[in-house]
């Protein structure tokens, strides 16, 4: 085999598949990437979702052995990131170990949050080995992309040229052709792009690119992978907000003997303002959104605590808390450009195309929050309800009943149209149970104070999400480009 060549090619590329079974898209993603980069070492890294039981433990091998066979036809290796977390999560001490990692794995996958998952891992993978990440859905660039990049209004050559991958320090993706198009008040505790804590106490929102990580590359021992531990500690921060702050309404509970490293609610409830069970709960409108808004801040959060520098905000006095930005130079430095071509975001600097259909994901057909075939009789999804309740686990399917469930149960309509029928959990208005209630509210443990602390950087308290209009709840989630 040819010698790798250091600056054109990856020292490692590691493709990512959570689910299920690979897609065909997946299928043709695995090869083309795989030709794209020949001398580069590859991995598979998967995530197989796992039902309880020696049923579950079987259908992972299963799932293991057809992976392998589709891999290693192009050169690939298969890695099961479970085996791997007890070293990922390194880079997250002392805050979170591999115990906080597992858990939020489990969590995830027991509830389709594939993307999710895939996001921590993309910055757990960049935090601790260089190379370039990237999931199934991308392609090699073809001739027609290329022409049309080139009549794009943004297109440079500085743009579209290859970038040494031997002295990069971090590459991430930015659709936004270097101009300011997103904002946000960085290593604050939320996900929020803008807290109202933040304007309360006049402090702007910082303006900056539209980032993605559908293809991150880092090197190892140098500031990118900084940014990318940076980014895994904020994005496991963002649940512990979203935790604690349903915690404080009662909307989700602890196991009081959990220690602050473990993330598994005993319950999610699905009230309005509860973010964590929108989360979780794939007939959320507003799931999507979350996901996106987490992976995104956490990439800009982990840039800006390490690439940016301290400075006093426009109109401001040199008493006024400093705040921390990232200079053009270096935005041109670490980025890489998108440029949109039909239905196609296109990587020139790669080489790559990536579909915005998410085609890594699987299958819609095989969603696990589909009950309507399990059984001959119909089953009716409670409104803001699906996997995990009771009925859910009395057909055996694995979601929020393990390691949290919910509320609310799925009954079988006895009216004619299957019309839905909700099943609230009972009032909780008595004296024990609000005793209940605070008591393991004291005993959370879960880390108040998400983002890292360290020189140049502001305290990152818990603060209050912007009020935000009244949910749109939809049978169905797309995310779209991820």
Known sequence: MPDRDPAKEPERLQMIWFGDELSDNAKAGLKTLSERYPNSEKQLVVLPRRRSGETGQKRVEELLDGYRVEAEQHGVNVRHIRDDTRQLATVLGPKYNHQTVDDIFRMEMSNSGYIAAKDLTTYLLRANETGLSVDLS????????????????????????????????????????????????????????????????????????????????????????????????????????????????????????????????????????????????????????????????ALADGIHGTYGAPITPPGATQTDMPMLQVDQATWNDITMRAFQVGNVRVLPQLSLGKDNQGAWRTDPTQNPADLTNIRGDKITLVQASNIGVSKAAELGMEGLNRPAHLPYTVERSSSAGNSPRRTPSPASSSDESMGRITSQVANLQLPRTPSPEGPGLTDSAASTAVARPKPVRAATTNVSGR
């Open 138 to 297: 991308h392609h090699h660039m073809s001739a027609a992309e290329w022409d049309a990049v080139q009549t794009d209004s943004h297109f440079t050559t500085q743009a579209a040229a290859p970038f040494d991958f031997s002295t990069a320090e971090i590459k991430v993706v930015d659709l936004s052709h270097g101009e300011d198009a997103n904002m946000r008040h960085v290593l604050n505790s939320s996900f929020q792009s803008m807290t109202e804590r933040h304007s309360d106490a006049d402090i702007e929102p910082q303006m900056m690119p539209h980032l993605d990580t559908f293809a991150i590359y880092t090197r190892e021992g140098t500031r990118g992978q900084e940014a990318a531990a940076m980014a895994a500690t904020m994005h496991i921060g963002y649940l512990a907000e979203l935790a604690q702050e349903g915690a404080k309404r009662g909307d989700v509970t602890f196991n009081p003997k959990d220690t602050d490293k473990r993330f598994r609610p005993d319950t999610v409830s699905l009230a309005a303002e509860n973010d964590l069970g929108a989360k979780y709960n794939t007939q959320d409108g507003r799931r999507a959104d979350i996901i996106g808004r987490m992976n995104i801040s």
